[in-house]
């Protein structure tokens, strides 16, 4: 059974750079098919994809972010990190890590998810 956990800072300093870490437990970050997805969720509002780091290493991101994004993986580790930098206050959300599945064209894993406010 696949798991995600996320990990990383709950407090953020405006202009720093948020990073969070996702360890994925069950399963390879390198299987085939799987695309290791960011999502977040900020007060009040609905999900908001920021993007995803797949099976072969090749990553996409949301275009609104896209300058501020990255995400990276250590297969050693089984784990895959997002880095978004210059935050806002706007980018205070709780944070997901998914595991897409293009065989059944849904999100089947989620993590727990982990609150991330931006604040001094």
């Known amino acids: 059974q696949v798991q995600l956990q996320e990990s990383g800072p709950g407090l953020v300093k405006p202009s720093q750079t948020l990073s969070l870490t996702c360890t994925v437990s069950g399963g390879s970050i390198t299987t085939n098919s799987y695309y290791w997805t960011w999502i977040r969720q900020p007060p009040g509002k609905g999900l908001e994809w920021i993007g995803y780091?797949?099976?072969?290493?090749?990553?996409y991101y949301r275009p609104s972010l896209k300058s501020r994004t990255s995400i990276s993986r250590d297969t050693s580790k089984n784990q895959f990190t997002l880095e978004l930098s210059s935050v806002t206050p706007e980018d205070t959300a709780v944070y997901y890590c998914?595991?897409?599945?293009?065989?059944?064209?849904?999100?089947?894993?989620w993590g727990q998810g982990t609150q991330v406010t931006v604040s001094s």
């Open positions: 780091i797949g099976y072969s290493g090749d990553t």
């Open positions: 998914a595991r897409w599945s293009s065989d059944y064209n849904s999100y089947n894993v």
